[in-house]
Each structure stands twice: as structure tokens, then as C-alpha cells.
């Protein structure tokens, strides 16, 4: 199960978000691109997105920093421990939090 959340998680870095001047309130999300470039274009009302700021306005995009750190808690990862063999769970708190430390 870790490893398919880590996919997952893996997605979402291809995740944007956008501010879009909008007075469409049936739709206020649009998906724009595929599996390999999102866009999520929030539509706001013209009246609140200029309370943001400049470059949100004029379209800039959020990316996405998805984090993922585990650290297992039961007799399986109590076991791995003792053995040793706690790999996959090293190898993707590396992959999904850079600044994690042993």
C-alpha cells in the first residue's frame, strides 16, 4: 500500500493550480491538460481575485510540493527494524521529503 501512495503522491507533483476571472458559479473548477501536466483553474470572482496578488492575478501557477514521510508503528515495521530491511520506507521518505533525516 506504501508504495502505491507514493505513486500517487508522485502525481500530484504534475498538479498546478490557477486563478481564473470567473462568474460561472455551476463550474467552479476546470482540469486542464493530462496525466502528465495539470492545471486546476480555480474560478473566482473578478471582485475577489483582485484582492490577490499581481502575478496570481495575471495567471501565475501554484505548484504543488507534495511531502510523504512514513514511519511504521506495527509488529510488521517493528520486525523490519530488527531485521534490517526497512528499505522501501528509507528509500521514499528520501524521494518525498529531501530534508529527511535518520
Known amino acids: ?53 499581481v502575478e496570481l492575478q495575471n495567471g501565475a501557477l501554484i505548484k504543488v510540493y ?4 512514513t514511519q511504521g508503528i506495527n509488529e510488521t515495521q517493528t520486525w523490519a527494524n530488527t531485521v534490517g530491511n526497512n528499505s522501501a520506507q528509507e528509500q521514499i521518505n528520501h524521494a518525498f521529503f529531501p530534508l529527511y533525516l535518520k
Do not use: Y
Not at 507534495?66 to 514521510?69: D, E, F, K, R
Open 66 to 69: 507534495p511531502v510523504l514521510l
Open 1 to 53: 500500500m506504501l508504495e502505491d501512495f507514493a505513486v500517487a503522491i508522485e502525481m500530484l507533483r504534475k498538479v498546478t493550480f490557477k486563478f481564473v476571472a470567473s462568474d460561472d458559479v455551476l463550474h467552479p473548477l476546470n482540469f486542464v491538460g493530462n496525466r502528465s501536466s495539470l492545471t486546476v483553474e480555480l474560478n473566482l470572482n473578478p471582485q475577489f481575485l483582485a484582492n490577490l496578488p
